[in-house]
Each structure stands twice: as structure tokens, then as C-alpha cells.
């Protein structure tokens, strides 16, 4: 077994527990990844790569302000789609 599965564990077993927990595993999958997206626009190296990238070193904090409402929004909307599919 690949060390990266034992600490973090096999993307198979995602699915699985989705259908032992009786949701569609397609719809966990996908609300997995948009976490990982949504996670992805607030990290911090992000954040820091994108200053120097666009010449704003120095107005981080501006960047994760404008990045984090985003973020909350797209959250908001994909528990919002999500959320249906759980009562199916």
C-alpha cells in the first residue's frame, strides 16, 4: 500500500462510505471536491503566489478578503445543490 493512502487514506473509500451512509457516491465525490477547490482559493501559499503573480505584494490581506466572501458564496451554493440530493 502506498504510504499516501495510509495517512490520508484510498480515494476508493470515499464511495463506499457514501453508499454505506445510503447517499449517492457520485454527489459525495463531487461535494469532495469542491471543498477541496473552495479550500484551495483561501490557502495561503495560494494567496501569496497569487500577489507576487500579480504584482501586489504587500495586499495579501486585500487578496483574502475578496477571496474569502467568494469562497463563502461558492460554499453556500454547493450545500445548497447538495442538500436535495441527501433527503433523495
Not at 11 to 40: D, W
Amino acid at each position: 500500500m502506498p504510504a499516501w493512502t495510509r495517512r490520508w487514506g484510498s480515494p476508493l473509500r470515499r464511495p463506499v462510505s457514501a453508499e454505506r451512509l445510503g447517499l449517492s457516491p457520485i454527489l459525495a465525490c463531487a461535494a469532495n471536491s469542491n471543498g477541496g477547490a473552495i479550500g484551495k482559493m483561501i490557502d495561503a501559499q495560494s494567496i501569496v503566489v497569487t500577489g507576487v503573480a500579480t504584482g501586489q505584494q504587500g495586499n495579501e490581506g486585500e487578496i483574502l478578503r475578496y477571496a474569502f466572501w467568494h469562497s463563502i458564496a461558492l460554499a453556500s451554493l454547493v450545500g445548497v445543490c447538495r442538500t436535495p440530493s441527501v433527503d433523495a
